[in-house]
């Protein structure tokens, strides 16, 4: 059973950043591929961003391409999503996933087997 902890949430104003974080079960990097998603109140769960098994291959969703950046750190079993120049519509809950499929990089959540409980992320204007 693969765990996931998100941290690093909070409250920010728009143009400055935060760096998210998603602790998991030992050695789930060199298993999964990882992504990340979000929710906002009255909306469904929307794809951020996502990360090949090895580490190599990013993918990220239009509306955060070149402000967001995901990375894997194998050894500490830690991925993070660093968010520079936020905007209040970037307010939701964060979530962390992991996907067992060679490839990953899916763009559903329902191409992710694993979810943490997800950490709330409020941008103010």
């Known amino acids: 059973q693969v765990q996931l902890v998100e941290s690093g949430g909070g409250l920010v104003q728009a143009g400055g950043s935060l760096r998210l974080s998603c602790a998991a079960s030992?050695?789930?990097?060199?298993?999964?591929?990882m992504g990340w998603f979000r929710q906002a109140p009255g909306k469904d769960r929307e794809f951020v961003a996502a990360?090949?098994?090895?580490?190599?291959?990013?993918t990220y969703a239009d509306s955060v391409q070149g402000r967001f950046t995901i990375s894997n750190d194998y050894a500490k079993n830690t991925m993070y999503l660093q968010m520079n120049s936020l905007k209040p519509e970037d307010t939701a809950v964060y979530y962390c996933?992991?996907?067992?499929?060679?490839?990953?990089?899916?763009?559903?959540?329902?191409?992710?087997?694993?979810w943490g409980q997800g950490t709330q992320v409020t941008v103010s204007s």
């Open positions: 990360i090949s098994r090895s580490g190599d291959i990013t």
């Open positions: 030992e050695r789930t990097f060199s298993n999964y591929a």
């Open positions: 996933a992991a996907d067992r499929t060679p490839i990953g990089l899916s763009r559903s959540s329902w191409g992710y087997d694993y």
